[in-house]
């Protein structure tokens, strides 16, 4: 059964540390999205790509996160320093465009706890 | 700026009535239109896209409408039952396919 991992489910960190988020695509899936939920926001899209390249990511801070592709397997996403407001559900989510438009498939999210 | 609108935050409904969410955008230009369902403490998961050349769209009790002239799409769930209870959220993709998430209406029905 195919799916979206993300890596680790909980993370309670202290501000200024750095975090680390991991996401394994589904096989054959050539774009990932990044998106953080909270109650206030909802889903903001963070990041994506196509085949490895980062498309947009005008959604994300740049002066503390920062979204990788390293190889087709794994997508990371990084904060350094945290902030409180850094707390949130962070989604992965891979996909392909059999119709045009990318469908969605999401991980389990990693939920993050800046204190 | 760009918004995308989900009317209702919560919507309560008997059970097998119909429950309609409704979408609205501004300043977007979306392809296609698409409807996610989110449970407590999960991901997203798709249900249905729909084009902009396409009026209606339909998925067993799932229908989907989207008008680009009024910017809105609207959810129907018929025959409503318990376990439809949830988040449901729509998403725009303007043709880049990077999707724009609404806040999302929790729908809860009734027995």
């Known amino acids: 059964d195919a799916r979206v991992t993300q890596t680790p489910r909980h993370k309670v960190t202290e501000m200024g540390q750095e975090v680390t988020m991991r996401c394994q695509p589904i096989?054959?899936?050539?774009?990932v999205f990044w998106y953080r939920q909270t109650m206030m926001q909802g889903l903001e899209l963070l990041a994506y790509?196509?085949?490895?390249?980062?498309?947009?990511d005008s959604g994300m801070p740049k002066d503390r996160f920062s979204a990788e592709m390293p190889d087709a397997t794994l997508a990371t996403l990084k904060i350094q320093p945290s902030e409180p407001r850094d707390s949130a559900v962070y989604f992965c989510a891979s996909g392909t465009t059999p119709t045009g438009s990318t469908e969605a498939f999401f991980g389990q999210g990693t939920r993050l706890t800046v204190v | 700026s760009q918004k995308i609108e989900q009317n209702s935050e919560a919507l309560n409904i008997q059970e097998g009535k119909t429950a309609t969410l409704t979408c609205n955008y501004t300043?977007?230009?979306?392809?296609?239109l698409q409807w996610y369902r989110q449970d407590p403490g999960r991901g997203p998961v798709f249900l249905l896209l729909?084009?902009?050349?396409?009026k209606e769209k339909r998925k067993e009790r799932l229908k989907v409408t989207f008008d680009t002239t009024l910017k809105q799409s609207l959810f129907h769930i018929t025959a409503s039952q318990p376990a439809d209870s949830a988040t449901y959220l729509c998403a725009l993709d303007a043709g880049a396919n990077n999707l724009f998430f609404g806040t999302g209406t929790r729908l809860t029905v009734i027995p």
């Open positions: 729909i084009r902009e050349n396409e």
């Open positions: 096989l054959g899936h050539n774009t």
């Open positions: 790509f196509r085949n490895r390249a980062p498309l947009d």
């Open positions: 300043n977007y230009s979306p392809a296609y």
